[in-house]
């Protein structure tokens, strides 16, 4: 169960609405980034500083009680963390720290964030770190890696996650638009976000191919069969508006197990970027 902490009264309106959630047979719920952002309001996406708890969505120590209360009542816990980019507001890395990003890579954020320089990879290492440890989160959703474009460092962030934290299960799961599964095998990331069986779907009960929908628009049924008995619809490649552009993935994904695609109908994007939502 996705949930934005904002729209539920903060770390504290969700450890009172956890009962409720749990009496659904809810067994995780995944929050929305809860890092600090410019302003009041926001989905998470914007973020600036990583180490930071939103202030607007409650204390530290809020979070930390409402993890646990999730905990005792049988209920997981997982944290969507965004590395690919920083906020516009309220970001200034930029002007004291010139070497965090390669200026020259361009993004729709600016200058890609240089993950391959090794204190800018622990910086965000440690992050995910802080999460598991200090919060005690069962595990992390890492936003739109297709746009950190580096399999090294996410490699290498599983690796050190993975020996770190030993006393329990993480379950750390992907946004990859490339639809990479050799990201996707043991001691590595457990699951991907599964776009393909939404956009799919969602073509076929709204006929809607515009934007990124246009990649499912011909044969519509067809690609969802093949979603349902494989995996993924675009095997071997990303999809063609998502990576235009970048070197194809050859790993075909039907021989990964099926615990390794999280589906859905919807999400908050899905539903908050439609005018009538």
């Not at 050799?182 to 073509?203: E, I, S």
């Amino acid at each position: 169960m996705e949930v934005h902490a904002g729209t539920m009264g903060g770390f504290a309106g969700i450890t009172a609405r956890l009962p409720e959630i749990a009496a659904l047979g809810v067994t995780a719920i995944e929050l929305m980034p809860v890092a600090a952002f410019g302003g009041k309001r926001n989905w998470g996406y914007d973020g600036v500083l990583p180490y930071a708890v939103a202030e607007s969505y409650g204390k530290p120590d809020e979070l930390r009680a409402m993890v646990d209360a999730a905990h005792a009542l049988g209920v997981a816990v997982l944290l969507d963390v965004v590395y690919n980019h920083f906020g516009p507001d309220g970001n200034y890395l930029g002007a004291y720290a010139g070497s965090f990003f390669h200026k020259d890579v361009d993004t729709p954020w600016g200058g890609a964030v240089a993950v391959d320089v090794e204190p800018v990879a622990r910086y965000f290492i440690d992050n995910a770190l802080m999460w598991l440890t200090d919060y005690r989160i069962d595990g992390l959703r890492f936003d739109a890696v297709h746009a950190i474009d580096n399999d090294r460092f996410l490699d290498a962030m599983a690796a050190e996650i993975r020996a770190t934290v030993t006393d329990r299960p993480v379950h750390l799961v992907l946004e990859n638009e490339r639809n990479d599964a050799d990201r996707l095998r043991p001691g590595v990331y457990d699951a991907q976000w599964n776009d393909d069986f939404h956009n799919v779907l969602h073509v076929l009960l709204t006929g809607e191919t515009s934007a990124y929908y246009a990649d499912f628009a011909d044969r519509p049924a067809e690609r969802l069969a093949r979603c349902l008995g494989e995996g993924f619809i675009y095997q071997g490649r990303g999809r063609p508006i998502m990576t235009a552009g970048r070197a194809a993935r050859r790993a075909r994904t039907f021989h990964r197990p099926r615990s390794c695609r999280f589906s859905r109908t919807t999400t908050r994007s899905a539903t908050g970027r439609l005018a009538s939502g």
